[in-house]
């Protein structure tokens, strides 16, 4: 079969790699993709929120399955518009409809969601800008460190953690007055701190079943010993040695089909993937966030753990025969290390020669933001590559991810050395 995957960075690239090992993809395009998707399939110019180039396309190059990377074009209702769009709507593609996206595009809804399913998450209460007062109130009556959230779509930064009650009832007001996130920032949820470890969990289901990924553990700050700003993710790891058999019956039991029920009950289509953000807080788990597609960096650690045939398995998703499929798993670790562009997350440059990048070897570079011009590959992004490795120990995949990096060079490059060093 001819297959779409929307996206371009290194989450796409791992599910391009993927996807196309399978014996049953035929052709695969991907849209706007990236110079290491461009070595795996055809990367076709036009955005992953481009409505009316998908349509063309999927009738143009005959496309039976649409895998989606970003959350941006679930959330903007692009499995709405498949079912609606009569010459699309026999095309399988995998994810939420626009209600179900919900569940990452506010978090407010998300939060309610997980009230009415007694899915443990930290105690909150979300304000506008008409009940800023009961807001600053309702901080004095918290404790430090304050959690402060847009409800929208942030592009990652929406999330504020403030140590100082005055800087946190500033923070509010920035947000709910000034629209410090534009229209994300026009309601605000603020929330009870948990102290713990996080881990990301992923879960597959066609609404009616559902299938346990992989766990892995994202390491967001920029500097070693996790210091610094927040980043996409500058390396991860999987699986989480902490998550053991019993931690993950308690977050199948308390958190994953009291979801997969909920949503059901709610009568909220959802065929695609279900990325919980949790947290350990002593023994227990509590849900953090919900993202409605895979993580960035997890997924180059997912990914190459699954030895079912991808394209099956999220066939079976979009179709409603996840049932009818088994999971089989790498019983060994993956480790990734993201390099990114000097400056990250802050300003840094574009247009560096990246070398180094054909050595062979066992590791697997995923690209993230770069770009082929004039045989050349180049960088486009802050986050520039992501180095994953298997070993049955994971420190040995760690050594692999480095030694690889070490062949690689561009002007301004910079990764943490530290990744899966405090497990
Ligand atoms: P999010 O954008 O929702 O993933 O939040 C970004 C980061 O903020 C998370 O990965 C956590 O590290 C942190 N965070 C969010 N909510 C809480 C909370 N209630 N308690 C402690 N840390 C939190
Ligand atoms: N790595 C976290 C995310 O993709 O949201």
Request: negative net charge.
């Amino acid at each position: 079969m001819n297959i779409l995957l929307l996206g371009s960075g290194g989450r796409e690239h791992a599910f391009a790699h993927s996807l196309s090992q399978s014996p049953l993809c035929e052709k695969l395009y991907i849209a706007p993709g990236n110079a290491g998707t461009a070595l795996v399939g055809e990367n076709l110019a036009f955005a992953a929120t481009d409505f009316a180039a998908i349509k063309q396309c999927c009738l143009d190059k005959q496309i039976s399955l649409v895998v989606v990377g970003p959350e941006d074009p679930l959330v903007k209702g692009i499995v709405d518009f498949f079912s609606q769009e009569t010459t699309l709507s026999h095309i399988a593609i995998v994810g939420p409809t626009q209600r179900g996206a919900n569940l990452e595009g506010s978090k407010e809804f998300a939060k309610e969601f997980m009230q009415r399913h007694q899915i443990p998450t930290a105690r909150y209460a979300s304000f506008t800008k008409e009940t800023i007062t009961e807001g600053l109130h309702f901080l004095e009556t918290m404790q430090a460190p304050y959690v402060l959230k847009a409800d929208g779509l942030a592009a990652g930064k929406g999330v504020v953690i403030l140590e100082n009650l005055q800087e946190a009832q500033a923070e509010l007001k920035k947000m709910l007055l000034e629209e410090k996130f534009g229209n994300a920032s026009q309601k605000v949820v603020i929330e009870e701190f948990l102290r713990g470890i996080e881990l990301s969990c992923f879960v597959l289901t066609d609404g009616d079943s559902y299938l346990v990924l992989p766990t892995a553990k994202d390491y967001k700050r920029i500097g070693e010993g996790d210091t610094g700003l927040n980043t996409g993710g500058m390396g991860a790891v999987s699986p989480v040695p902490f998550a053991d058999a019993s931690f993950m019956k308690k977050i199948e039991d308390r958190i994953i089909k009291p979801t997969v029920e909920g949503l059901q009950k709610e009568k909220i289509t959802y065929r695609g993937i279900i990325f919980i953000g949790l947290i350990k807080v002593g023994e227990d788990p509590y849900v953090i966030e919900y993202n409605v597609r895979m993580g960035d960096p997890e997924t180059e650690v997912v990914l190459p753990r699954i030895q079912t045939d991808l394209v099956t398995l999220l066939e079976a998703t979009a179709k409603g025969k996840l049932r009818n499929v088994s999971l089989s798993i790498d019983p060994r670790s993956a480790t990734t290390v993201v390099v990114v562009s000097g400056g990250y997350p802050e300003e840094y440059q574009k247009g560096k020669v990246i070398s180094g990048l054909d050595t062979q070897g066992e590791s697997l570079v995923f690209h993230a933001g770069t770009i082929e011009k004039e045989g050349k590959i180049l960088t486009s992004g802050g986050r520039v590559l992501a180095v994953t490795s298997l070993d049955n120990d994971f420190k040995e995949a760690l050594k692999k991810s480095y030694q690889r990096i070490e062949k690689i060079s561009f002007e301004g490059m910079y990764y943490r050395r530290d990744i899966g060093m405090d497990l």
